[in-house]
Each structure stands twice: as C-alpha cells, then as structure tokens.
C-alpha cells in the first residue's frame, strides 16, 4: 500500500519525535524552579513541548487509522481509548505500539492533561516520569511505525 498518505504520517512522527526529545532535553537542562522570568519560561517551554509532541503522535496515529479504514475513537475519552486501540492488533493489524510504547504514550496523555489544565500546579520533581516516556517515545516510535508498515505494505 504505497500511499502518500505516509508522508503526512512520517511528518507527525519526525514533529513528535524533536519536539519529545527537545522537551526532555529542556527538562534536563533548564533550572524550572522558582518565579524568575528564565525558570518560567524553561517550564512553559518544557510543557508546551511534551503537548506538542504527544498530540503529533496522536495525529500519526489517527492518521495510520484512517489509511486502514479503521473509524478513530469518539467521545469523551478518545485520547485514551486511541492508545488502547493502537496497542491491540485489529483484523490483519499488528499492534502499532508494543506494551512499553503504549505506556509510555499513556504517560504523555496524562502529562498532556496537566501542562494544559493544572500548568499553575506544575511541579518539576513530578515531571521526571513524563520526561522517560518521552524519551522512550522518541526513540522508538519511529521503528514501530516502520515494522507497521512493513507488515501492512511489505
């Protein structure tokens, strides 16, 4: 199934992948305690980073959905129910994320939710999770994308 619909695809997964990767690198580097304009803005960053990158996985994800006819999650909890989805196979679809990724991706959901709704409550000594899910996204998403394709378009 050579379809240019995987250019769009690889795109997500290249955005996801720099900006998960800046994001821990920014958690790594950056001092984001106390009330100065730098900390500030190194956790504005950091968390706008995380977002960025979990919702470019979520848009390869739908995407890699749509392209096998399958209808993405509704309702309420869709966000959770696509990683759940995408971590089973369906009909002749492998898994497209194993254990580890789904986790992982279920680890940035839930930081999702806090750098868009609890950002004045942002703790770095909780971030440190998020940020190794990060990084194991980055690193490994892109080879589950590839073996998916592979599977479905050998």
Avoid at 20 to 29: I, M, N, P, Q, V
Avoid at 34 to 39: R, T
Avoid at 66 to 86: F, M, N
Avoid at 100 to 108: E, F, I, N, V, W
């Amino acid at each position: 199934m050579s379809d240019a619909r995987w250019f769009d695809i690889d795109a997500d997964i290249d955005s996801a992948v720099t900006h998960l990767t800046r994001a821990a690198e920014l958690f790594r580097t950056r001092d984001m305690n106390g009330d100065e304009l730098d900390a500030y803005m190194a956790r504005m960053a950091f968390m706008h980073a995380v977002m960025a990158g979990h919702t470019s996985l979520e848009n390869a994800l739908t995407r890699i959905l749509r392209l096998l006819g399958e209808e993405a999650p509704s309702g309420e909890t869709w966000h959770a129910d696509l990683i759940r989805r995408v971590s089973r196979a369906s009909g002749d679809r492998p898994p497209i994320l194993d254990a580890d990724l789904s986790r992982a991706a279920d680890r940035t959901r839930r930081f999702r939710h806090v750098a868009a709704r609890g950002y004045d409550s942002f703790d770095p000594e909780e971030a440190a999770p998020a940020v190794s899910a990060a990084e194991l996204l980055a690193a490994r998403v892109p080879d589950a994308i590839a073996r998916l394709r592979a599977a479905i378009d050998p």
